[in-house]
């Protein structure tokens, strides 16, 4: 239970995929991740995400580099396994909101869903995008451990698309050409 300021309690799952996310159905914020305004959506995780970090330290049982919340993923409450996909919105980082599903965040949801009981393993489960309509497709495929905790090997897949390249080039006097250390 997280107290979020000017909203009240909220029940939120936090669980890892390659990044810790606070999920929250929707409806505790009183919106809806397919109808309200990307704005409201926006400002209803990033609350959440403010209100889990100041009201809860996160801890990875390998690395404290990891040891962060990087977003909120507001969800339409369809936890239970369904052939139809759910759906839900990531905002991350400093209040972007991903055009996918997430791929570090259906990781993530669907071990929650494998841990509260909703997902069996090798069940596939779907996961839409409300920004873009995009859809992921992910499963639990084996039971692990990290550290001292349960946890789940998770595949997704998608499509992907480039959206840019970059060139870079060195010149042969550049005196800064291997790079330099900043202390």
């Given amino acids: 239970?997280?107290?979020?300021?000017?909203?009240?309690?909220?029940?939120?799952?936090?669980?890892?995929?390659?990044?810790?996310y606070a999920f929250v159905n929707a409806g505790q914020l009183g919106?809806?991740?397919?109808?309200?305004?990307?704005?409201?959506?926006?400002?209803?995780?990033?609350?959440?995400?403010?209100a889990v970090?100041?009201?809860?330290?996160i801890t990875h049982p390998e690395s404290e580099d990891l040891?962060?919340?990087?977003?909120?993923?507001?969800?339409?409450?369809?936890?239970?396994?369904?052939?139809?996909p759910t759906t839900n919105i990531c905002v991350f980082a400093d209040e972007q909101v991903d055009r996918s599903p997430t791929g570090s965040g259906v990781t993530a949801r669907i071990a929650?869903?494998?841990?509260?009981?909703?997902?069996g393993l090798n069940r596939p489960r779907a996961f839409r995008s409300s920004a873009t309509g995009s859809v992921f497709t992910?499963?639990?495929?084996r039971e692990?451990?990290?550290?001292?905790?349960k946890a789940v090997i998770v595949e997704v897949s998608g499509q992907a698309h480039y959206t840019g390249t970059a060139s870079f080039t060195v010149?042969?006097?550049?005196?800064l050409k291997d790079g330099f250390l900043l202390k």
């Fill in 67 to 84: 040891a962060f919340l990087y977003g909120t993923i507001l969800t339409d409450g369809k936890d239970a396994y369904d052939e139809e």
């Fill in 171 to 175: 010149e042969d006097d550049d005196p």
């Fill in 53 to 57: 970090k100041a009201q809860f330290k």
């Fill in 138 to 141: 992910g499963s639990a495929v």
């Fill in 112 to 119: 929650l869903q494998y841990h509260k009981g909703l997902l």
């Fill in 144 to 149: 692990a451990t990290c550290g001292d905790f």
């Fill in 1 to 20: 239970m997280v107290d979020v300021p000017r909203r009240g309690k909220v029940v939120v799952d936090i669980a890892y995929g390659g990044a810790f």
């Fill in 31 to 50: 919106l809806d991740v397919l109808s309200s305004r990307m704005r409201d959506l926006v400002d209803g995780a990033s609350a959440v995400t403010a």
